[in-house]
Nanobody, 119 residues
Framework: QLQLVESGGGLVQPGGSLRLSCAAS????????IAWFRQAPGKEREGVSC????????NYADSVKGRFTISRDNAKNTVYLQMKSLIPDDTAVYYC????????????WGQGTQVTVSS
């Protein structure tokens, strides 16, 4: 089955860190741009960060800039989101999304991983 699988979420205290992983199953991520989205209860899904297929280009939402770092290891078929200095407003379900640019192949969404920042 072709899918993206997130992992690494959990409960962390304010100021703490987590690293989320987004692994591809059944296909290679080499030519896919990957983005992380999050959705908090009662709020719309919002983009957090994205990375180009080569890893050369990255982008971040203003709310996470300087605290989150996106990276990828194509050899491991995995994209990471390192999150530091977490605050309660970071509490959400985090999803990864993959799109193969200039291609008719389908987009992929992961099932999500819960991140809760609370003391």
């Amino acid at each position: 089955q072709l899918q993206l699988v997130e992992s690494g979420g959990g409960l962390v205290q304010p100021g703490g860190s987590l690293r989320l992983s987004c692994a591809a199953s059944g296909f290679t991520l080499d030519y896919y741009a990957i983005a992380w989205f999050r959705q908090a209860p009662g709020k719309e899904r919002e983009g957090v960060s994205c990375i180009s297929s080569s890893g050369e280009y990255t982008n971040y939402a203003d709310s996470v800039k300087g605290r989150f770092t996106i990276s990828r290891d194509n050899a491991k078929n995995t994209v990471y989101l390192q999150m530091k200095s977490l605050i309660p407003d970071d509490t959400a379900v985090y999803y990864c999304f993959g799109r193969k640019l200039n291609s008719a192949t389908p987009d992929y969404w992961g099932q999500g991983t819960q991140v809760t920042v609370s003391s």
